[in-house]
């Protein structure tokens, strides 16, 4: 269940990609089986990245596979050169992070100059009703590294293009996940012990595993309307020349 379309970030054999707050390593996962691209994946959870790796494993293996590794990092500093990555992917992180114009200008320094770089967050009005549903202390906004703020996405679009990029397009993903939070957030002294919530759960779990025609239908018409998260991507403009001195 991949947020981001890899095919929307021109890789081709010898790239090496980025995936900035990898978790378990589904984008990864998902970079890994493009023919020949280097993935690496970064986080600060230990066993989350430990899972990752694993995963690469029950992965069915590419003609010509690259390389996939993973690294605990920090986003604030990067433990790689200026320009190491032709595409760098930051998803559903920026909201987490404290400081994430640092994590932006970071993301900025390790991407090649015409590289692609693709953050996700969380869409502002069904994450709004989130907040809502579950106020207060111990509430979904009051979670240890939960989320700190709701990004407006224009906001955010027009504060990535001034640090260099050009904009090159925008989708929204998990229209059918959007219900199953909403329900958490409604229930939410009682959680996944909710009956509601345990049925929705195993019904994305079922259109995840089995991925049948009906629900990817209902996905496409969801997602534009509901859709739990928004992925932009954008390429890092050429640096200006300078002039005759």
Known sequence: ????????????????????GCGEGRHCHGVHLEDGVNVVG????????????????ELPPPEHPGACAFLKGDAYRLPFADGTFDAVICSEVLEHL????????????VLKSGGVFAPTVPRAWPETLCWKLAPGEGGYADQPGGHVRIFQEDTLRREIERL????????????????????????????????????YHRFLVWDLMEKPALTRGLEAVAAPLMGKSVAFYFRKSAPKASGPS
């Not at 269940?1 to 900035?20: I, Q, S």
Request: charged share 25%; net charge negative; aromatic share 14%.
């Open 164 to 199: 260099g990029y050009r904009f090159l397009g925008q989708h929204y993903a998990h229209g059918l996940h959007s219900p199953y939070w909403w329900l958490k957030c409604a229930f939410w002294s009682r959680q996944d012990d909710h009956p509601l919530i345990k049925a």
């Open 42 to 57: 970064l986080d600060m959870d230990e066993p989350s990245l430990r899972k990752a790796m694993a995963g690469v494993f």
């Open 1 to 20: 269940m991949l947020t981001v379309e890899t095919n929307r970030l021109g890789l081709r054999p010898g790239d090496w990609v980025l995936d900035l």
């Open 98 to 109: 404290d400081d994430y114009p640092a994590a932006l200008a970071e993301i900025r320094r």
